[in-house]
């Protein structure tokens, strides 16, 4: 009977080791790098996107698309943070990938840019004046007034859309009043302007932060949803952004988003 040869066993034993590694290291060193995918958003829109005390992007925006992220391992995403007048600059010059800021569709925008097909919030905009005020109750009681719109916003284009077919009876002021909540607040009081135009969810915030004087009146004047923005060539890239939004919806993980980011399950009402 043969004696076994150990050295020759260990011998074997390192071989096929050393084998299993440099496949395993020739394998990982093949796999391509993620894509970096620079998504631009804004530094001023709570609870939306913005900047927290230590200067990092947080909020909705950031929060959907990390989740997003997760689910594309080919691609790398970073945040930049933006003025909102400045995003879709940035993207039709290529300094960013996607554009996120509650967007809603509208034709100059679909015109210039690709929208994703799926949305990730509603965004039902109504009128808001002073819960002092029985004078205005639809969007013809707005003529003759005094209107704040954001610059750039849908709301600027659907107010300017009623102007150009109502003989430009409503006097529009521009101003972000996401950036500068307390002053549109405190325009409204002071008479300045009669109105801004908003959502509910975001009059009921500056109730609470402000105190108790805002109301919204009438029927909504837009009803519409949110979506990432992208340039037109970039078809892949939004059919994959689609693609993970489409799995977050359908098993709860955007619903868990917007009640813990925006207090309420915003992605199907307002």
Do not use: W
């Not at 691609?75 to 930049?80: T, V």
């Not at 509603?122 to 029985?134: C, E, P, Q, W």
């Not at 109502?166 to 101003?175: E, M, Q, R, S, W």
């Amino acid at each position: 009977m043969k004696k076994l040869d150990f050295s020759k066993i260990v011998s074997l034993f390192l071989m096929v080791a050393a084998l299993m590694v440099a496949t395993n290291f020739s394998t990982v060193s093949c796999a391509p790098a993620p894509k970096k995918i620079i998504i631009g958003t804004g530094n001023a829109f709570k609870p939306y996107c913005y900047l927290d005390e230590d200067g990092k992007p947080v909020g909705y925006e950031y929060e959907v698309l990390t989740a997003v992220n997760k689910r594309l391992p080919q691609y790398r995403f970073e945040f930049q943070t933006l003025d909102f007048q400045n995003i879709l600059l940035s993207l039709q010059s290529k300094k960013i990938d996607i554009a996120a800021h509650q967007y809603e569709k509208n034709p100059e925008r679909e015109q210039k840019y690709r929208f994703g097909k799926e949305s990730y919030t509603t965004f039902i905009l109504r009128i808001v004046v002073s819960k002092k005020r029985n004078d205005i109750n639809s969007i013809k009681d707005l003529d003759g007034k005094t209107v704040q719109v954001s610059p750039g916003a849908n709301e600027a284009y659907v107010m300017e859309q009623y102007n150009k077919s109502h003989g430009n009876k409503v006097k529009l002021v521009y101003a972000d009043s996401g950036a500068n909540p307390a002053l549109a607040v405190q325009n409204i009081e002071n008479g300045r302007i009669d109105a801004f135009i908003s959502i509910k969810r975001i009059m009921e915030s500056y109730n609470k932060a402000y105190g108790d004087k805002l109301k919204t009146v009438g029927d909504p004047i837009a009803s519409s949803s949110t979506y990432d923005i992208f340039r037109k060539e970039d078809a892949q890239l939004q059919e994959d952004v689609d693609t993970a939004l489409r799995s977050l919806k359908a098993d709860g993980t955007l619903a868990k988003i917007s009640i813990k980011v925006l207090g309420g399950d915003y992605t199907t009402s307002d």
